[in-house]
């Protein structure tokens, strides 16, 4: 069974960091992409980034662009997402989804979330 | 970007409607378009990829047609299931676009 475990999110003054992670299990792991997706309270589904299966490929909203960087660790079936530079409208739950194929193209599954709060 | 534009924002139906969503690209995007379901407070779950291609496990009654800029996602008989939010979402760029969404709900 495809399990997707997003952790790290709180929060965090504006300018700030946070990394998240999301663990993976349940299918090999180095063949897929992973993208995170984000989605503000009461808004909508919002794409911030994506990875290709072997790490060398990545992918940035313009709105992230700059500020956050996504990596993974294929010996550990994690992908991370660092964000730096924080602002209020960064404030989102994260979903990290996986891909069905190497390179990013949709999500076919997704995990639960980790909420994001950038606040003073 | 490639901008996505759902209508309506909402749709109020009842058991046993057929329902249609729209969804218009900014610029033709193939068939490189999927649909999403989300139930409030859950993770969206993938409904249809490659426009009309249906995920393993969706209930027949759901399609997808359309390719270039003007997409639609049907629903053929509503069920008590189904009220939920639809999003589209483009996968021609490599910047994945969400349309706004289509909340689905009771008459």
């Given amino acids: ?120 | 970007d490639i901008q996505m534009t759902q209508s309506p924002s909402t749709l109020s139906a009842s058991v046993g409607d057929r329902v249609t969503i729209t969804c218009r690209a900014s610029q033709s995007i193939s068939s490189w378009l999927a649909w999403y379901q989300q139930k409030p407070g859950k993770a969206p779950e993938l409904l249809i990829y490659k426009a009309s291609d249906l995920q393993n496990g969706v209930p027949s009654r759901f399609s997808g047609s359309g390719s270039g800029t003007e997409f639609t996602l049907t629903i053929s008989s509503l069920q008590p299931d189904d009220f939920a939010t639809y999003y589209c979402q483009q996968y021609r760029s490599y910047s994945r676009t969400f349309g706004q969404g289509t909340k689905v709900e009771i008459k």
């Fill in chain 1, 1 to 120: 069974e495809v399990q997707l475990l997003e952790s790290g999110g709180g929060l965090v003054q504006p300018g700030g960091s946070l990394r998240l992670s999301c663990a993976a299990s349940g299918f090999t792991f180095r063949n897929y992409a992973i993208n995170w997706v984000r989605q503000a309270p009461g808004k909508g589904l919002e794409w911030v980034s994506a990875v290709g299966g072997s790490g060398g490929s990545t992918y940035y909203a313009d709105s992230v662009k700059g500020r956050f960087t996504i990596s993974r660790d294929n010996s550990k079936n994690i992908v991370y997402l660092l964000m730096n530079s924080l602002r209020p409208e960064d404030t989102a739950v994260y979903f990290c989804t996986k891909g069905p194929l190497t390179v990013p193209t949709i999500s076919d599954y997704w995990g639960q979330g980790t909420l994001v709060t950038v606040s003073s």
